[in-house]
């Protein structure tokens, strides 16, 4: 009789493989553009960065409303229809965006600043001073 030695973990390594093989090779055409973003803030500012590589400053749309900022745009498919080239492989992803964040903090609408450089939006805002009230003296009745 033949002994033969028993390696759980051993399958869980050929299935692994056998999972990642399948979805690399499986293409799916219906994918959805939405930029990489990160919002931070220091003392006085909030800053919005998000990574919008392949689309052009003109194609970017950037709004202000009650506390939620909306940046959409579109990054456009660069191909022509005409070459009818064969793809071995197509990963990169074309199409409209929109991403939509509440702020945290009371800002002041007037002090938005936006730069966009190398496919990196830069989105700095002024937080609004905190509004003094003065003290009020109550009389007891």
Do not use: C
Request: charge should be negative; proline fraction near 4%.
């Amino acid at each position: 009789m033949t002994l033969i030695k028993f390696e759980p973990l051993r399958e869980l390594e050929n299935w692994n493989e056998k999972i990642h093989r399948f979805f690399n090779d499986f293409q799916v055409t219906d994918f959805n553009y939405y930029p990489h973003i990160d919002i931070s803030d220091d003392e006085n500012n909030i800053y919005v960065e998000a990574e919008i590589p392949g689309v052009k400053k003109e194609d970017i749309k950037i709004t202000l409303q009650d506390n939620i900022l909306t940046i959409s745009g579109e990054k456009k498919n660069t191909k022509e229809e005409k070459d009818k080239k064969n793809f071995f492989r197509s990963e990169r992803v074309y199409g409209s965006f929109t991403r939509s964040f509440t702020l945290p903090e009371d800002i002041n609408p007037d002090s938005v600043e936006a730069k966009f450089e190398n496919g990196i939006l830069n989105i700095s805002i002024q937080k609004a001073q905190p509004k003094k009230t003065a003290e009020k003296f109550i009389q007891v009745k």
